[in-house]
T-cell receptor, first 111, second 118 residues
């Protein structure tokens, strides 16, 4: 069974401070991991996926298979980063497989 | 940039009534999905659809649910006899056929339909 856990429901940081959102997963195979972001009154949109290994809006995430984690980090948070962040897992890298979501972490960046 | 669209944005219905939620996936995508999010809970997978048939469904997707691609653009979710516990935000998503094509397996989400069953 696939499971994704985001232990923090809310993270509140000051502008310019580092932010790290934790994500742990449980899956016996080789998963693909994603971070989706939902800004206020907007749709879920892909922030990044582990296979692309890129940095989007200053965010990075590294897949740690030993710790089964895919934590999201940004060294200097901006007010526009305030949003809901969801970690998600797909069973394979192929298209057509369901996403299993974590419960989400709300990030609030204070001025 | 093409987007997934959903209608209506909000729907209020009486318990026991049928509702149809509509989605227009991104035009060159071939995989389609429905998810739902009950208020305060996780986004949950309902069903995936490819080549005019269901490819996977969750335990939630019981006999009261059905999906259809009635034409070349729409993808619908029908709830036959709504229950109070069907109140949720319903998200449609679509993805391209293969890695390397328009983001590969990345799923693109619509804005959601908020369903309230009274």
């Amino acid at each position: 069974a696939q499971r994704v856990t985001q232990p923090e429901k809310l993270l509140s940081v000051f502008k310019g401070a580092p932010v790290e959102l934790k994500c742990n997963y449980s899956y016996s195979g080789s998963p693909e991991l994603f971070w989706y972001v939902q800004y206020s009154r907007q749709r879920l949109q892909l922030l990044l996926r582990h296979i692309s290994r890129e940095s989007i809006k200053g965010f990075t995430a590294d897949l740690n298979k030993g710790e089964t984690s895919f934590h999201l980090k940004k060294p200097f948070a901006q007010e526009e980063d305030s949003a809901m962040y969801y970690c998600a897992l797909s069973a394979t890298k192929a298209a057509g497989n369901k996403l299993t979501f974590g419960g989400g972490t709300r990030v609030l960046v204070k001025p | 940039e093409p987007e997934v669209t959903q209608t209506p944005s909000h729907q209020v219905t009486q318990m026991g009534q049928e509702v149809i939620l509509r989605c227009v996936p991104i035009s060159n995508h071939l995989y389609f999905y429905w998810y739902r999010q009950i208020l305060g809970q996780k986004v949950e997978f309902l069903v995936s659809f490819y080549n005019n048939e269901i490819s996977e469904k969750s335990e939630i997707f019981d006999d009261q649910f059905s999906v259809e691609r009635p034409d070349g653009s729409n993808f619908t979710l029908k709830i036959r006899s709504t229950k109070l516990e069907d109140s949720a935000m319903y998200f449609c998503a679509s993805s391209a056929a293969a890695p390397g094509l328009a983001g590969g397996g990345t799923q693109y989400f619509g804005p959601g339909t908020r369903l309230l069953v009274l």
